[in-house]
């Protein structure tokens, strides 16, 4: 499946956005999917993820009550609403599909075997 990530920009410290994955023509049809950033000189890191279920969510501390992971019940668009943004939260960010991690993998980047393109999002006043 092909992911296309958009919605990023520049935002004021304590700003809001929503960013979105489009899956191509079809549902994403994986187990999980999930959200990943990359500042500049750091490595990519995880920052939440969904299950194909829906019926949880799970985020990286860093991010825990201001950001929130959601999926259309169409399951072809993925979301990431983020609030209470911080200048640490500019990065690149990459939405991704699982079609076979389990749930004790889904923090790593190399769980997911479908990425979008990035969406950069830049915190600053």
């Known amino acids: 499946v092909q992911l296309q990530a958009s919605g990023g920009g520049l935002v004021q410290p304590g700003g809001s956005l929503r960013l979105s994955c489009a899956a191509s023509g079809r549902t994403f049809g994986g187990r999980y999917m999930g959200w990943f950033r990359q500042a500049p000189g750091k490595e990519r890191e995880f920052v939440a993820a969904?299950?194909?279920?829906?019926?949880?969510?799970y985020y990286a501390d860093s991010v825990k009550g201001r950001f929130t992971i959601s999926m259309d019940n169409a399951k072809t668009t993925l979301y990431l609403q983020m609030s209470s943004l911080k200048p640490e939260d500019t990065a690149v960010y990459y939405c991704?599909?699982?079609?076979?991690?389990?749930?004790?993998?889904?923090?790593?980047?190399?769980?997911?075997?479908?990425w979008g393109q990035g969406t950069q999002v830049t915190v600053s006043s």
């Open positions: 991704a599909a699982a079609t076979s991690a389990i749930t004790s993998t889904i923090r790593s980047s190399n769980a997911y075997n479908s």
């Open positions: 969904i299950p194909w279920s829906r019926s949880t969510t």
